[in-house]
């Protein structure tokens, strides 16, 4: 093996200038670790940004972790880029970067652009690519169509490490081979549209979720390599689905290998820690000020698309981005230039970001998970907006789900909470989510944010559920929650899939494939989800007897679908106008018997031309209790 470092540069003078500028969104191809074949010698080319560096090397098993044997070459051009080809080195090499500070510290980094990383808690980088052979051409042409905004989307959010374990050993992971197998075709099976995948890039504490990621460019090893991650993401799109990935470039960990006083310096951070530092998470913020930083960032997010066959990005903690005093009090943060709160270079950043996306992947999606009233998260940016495709609709969640913890006597009095969301629903392209973060932390699983005996928990969840999907908007699931998991999320543990195996549970998991079917065939429920001219209000104003009536429009007037809840323990008989005379039949019923309700089931009933709730037609209909019906035109 060879001893020497090889003066040699994948980089050209047009690369260095776009990465300076902040305009280079390919960085992976450039930096990082690439074996290649140099003057007929096989070997590995080695670059690293770390311009505050007195020394940078290579170690590894190759050299015994010598930190003098292979020391890379600093460019000329002041860009702070160290390279070097090392001849011999080969796939599967174990590596560091060894770096020596202006002060004299010897660091050992992991690889900021390394493709795979060791196993946690080992920390080492890995010589490995993301070729592969793509079988999911059929996917990727009809994509624009998949993931158009008056389409159907149906987001199951899954924790790849928690969603199963395996049946034998239950501290083993399923590898994304193994999970392929069994989630893929269950997916399927539910009806969902796409999947959201938690944060699958590699992160050192497990615990974090994922969120706490130190290698950007890495599937986690935990689960497997590239190429097995690539089958798992094949396998969806083969089945018609699609993937989202969360996202992370809001924080990153101070693990002492990962991207923190990277060279020495604040390099990817803030230096100042009323900038640089995150208080919730006691984690580093990226400095977006920083040209290189936003190359980094926004490279990453065109890997995840361009390598993996990504269908989207869900950005997290776009608030914390924000807001200078983001979970900060007075004194504990740094004004703008202008004295105010909004941090302007995240501004910057994100319309960059998506303004990129959107050119180079126009058939994939961009979503905030942003909880505040910032103006035009998903308006586009030559609008004055951030440019995402979607933003999650934090106030309809804690709305709603606060409606629904009330016992139904007591409802009458919140009945406000359950319309005020079409006040503000257009403004944003929303997504309606019931995630990760509402089943955690003490607050409990969905089905026990319900109140009444098990009967009337299991009759609102369902009503909860069947209202999500009629709404306004996008939906997203969180995993367990489509058969009522009884336990909070515990990231150490499978779902408790035996409790499908029980009536309540099981009738639940029915009723949310059921739901799915609703959603992706009636295209009122989704071809004008973010606009005021697909929702009409029929009552919203029964308070007494907590009754919503509300219809759905699609671009033809037969599509339109008429939807009542009853959201007491109360059958009841009564009256709804309805838009257009005719006969009218309920295809969906939260009540029956199949999904563990009580079976109170109405007939098809011809409508009367009498004058109701400001329609010149009306019926007369028997609602279940605790229950919701969705009704169309025949």
Not at 360 to 381: L, M, Y
Not at 495 to 501: A, E, M, N, R, S
Not at 507 to 525: S, T
Not at 608 to 633: A, F, H, Q, T
């Amino acid at each position: 093996m060879g001893q020497a470092v090889s003066v040699y540069s994948l980089f050209t003078e047009f690369d260095i200038d776009l990465f300076r500028s902040g305009k280079h969104y390919k960085l992976y191809e450039k930096l990082g670790s690439h074996a290649l074949i140099q003057n007929e010698k096989q070997g590995v080319y080695f670059a690293v940004w770390a311009p505050n560096a007195e020394a940078v090397s290579v170690i590894g098993n190759f050299n015994g972790w010598n930190p003098h044997s292979h020391q890379l070459f600093v460019r000329w051009d002041s860009s702070g880029i160290w390279e070097g080809f090392i001849e011999g080195l080969e796939m599967g090499e174990v590596y560091k970067y060894h770096i020596r500070t202006a002060t004299g510290e010897q660091l050992e980094k992991a690889d900021p652009f390394a493709l795979l990383h060791e196993t946690p808690p080992r920390t080492a980088s890995v010589v490995a690519t993301t070729w592969y052979a793509w079988q999911d051409d059929a996917w990727m042409l009809s994509r624009p169509d998949k993931n158009a905004l008056d389409k159907p989307f149906s987001v199951y959010e899954v924790h790849i490490g928690s969603w199963a374990r395996d049946s034998e050993d239950s501290e083993r992971f399923l590898t994304y081979r193994e999970i392929a197998d069994r989630l893929v075709p269950y997916v399927k099976d539910m009806g969902f549209t796409h999947v959201e995948l938690m944060p699958i890039m590699e992160h050192p504490y497990y615990p974090s979720w994922g969120y706490q990621i130190t290698g950007y460019f890495a599937a986690s090893s935990r689960y497997g390599n590239a190429q097995d991650l690539m089958y798992l993401i094949e396998c969806f799109h083969v089945a018609g689905i699609g993937v989202i990935l969360d996202w992370v470039p809001s924080h990153f960990p101070g693990d002492a290998h990962g991207l923190y006083r990277f060279d020495g310096s604040h390099l990817f951070e803030h230096e100042d820690p009323r900038k640089g530092y995150h208080p919730d998470w006691k984690s580093y913020i990226f400095n977006y000020g920083r040209n290189e930083i936003r190359s980094f960032l926004i490279s990453n997010a065109f890997f995840w698309l361009e390598r993996y066959h990504i269908d989207g990005l869900r950005v997290d903690a776009v608030a914390s981005m924000l807001y200078l005093d983001y979970s900060r009090n007075e004194g504990e943060w740094v004004p703008n230039g202008f004295g105010g709160r909004e941090n302007l270079d995240a501004v910057h950043f994100l319309k960059e970001l998506n303004e990129a996306v959107y050119a180079h992947f126009p058939d994939v999606q961009t979503i905030a998970e942003e909880s505040t009233s910032w103006p035009g998260v998903s308006r586009p940016t030559f609008e004055g907006g951030l440019g995402f495709g979607m933003k999650w609709m934090m106030g309809w969640m804690h709305d709603t789900l606060n409606y629904f913890k009330e016992d139904a006597i007591h409802r009458k009095y919140h009945h406000d909470q359950m319309t005020f969301a079409t006040v503000y629903g257009f403004h944003e392209n929303f997504m309606l989510p019931l995630s990760h973060d509402e089943v955690v932390y003490g607050k409990q699983a969905l089905i026990y944010k319900m109140p009444g005996d098990d009967w009337q928990r299991f009759a609102n969840l369902r009503a909860l559920y069947l209202y999500m999907y009629t709404f306004i908007g996008t939906k997203l699931l969180f995993m367990g929650g489509e058969f009522a998991q009884t336990s909070e999320w515990n990231v150490n543990q499978s779902l408790d899939w035996h409790l499908t195996q029980y009536e309540p549970h099981k009738g639940m998991q029915r009723f949310v494939k059921d739901l799915n079917r609703l959603y992706r065939a009636e295209p009122a429920l989704y071809e004008k989800g973010f606009s005021a001219e697909g929702f009409q209000w029929i009552e919203l104003g029964d308070h007494e007897n907590s009754i919503f009536v509300y219809l759905r429009k699609g671009y033809r007037i037969e599509d339109d679908v008429l939807i009542v809840l009853n959201l007491t323990p109360v059958v009841r008989n009564y009256r709804i106008g309805v838009p257009t005379a005719g006969r009218w039949k309920v295809i969906l019923n939260s009540d029956d018997v199949s999904y563990y309700g009580s079976g109170v089931n109405p007939i098809d009933v011809t409508s009367e031309p009498i004058y109701w709730m400001n329609c010149g037609d009306s019926i007369p209909i028997e609602l279940p209790p605790l229950g919701g019906l969705v009704l169309k035109r025949i």
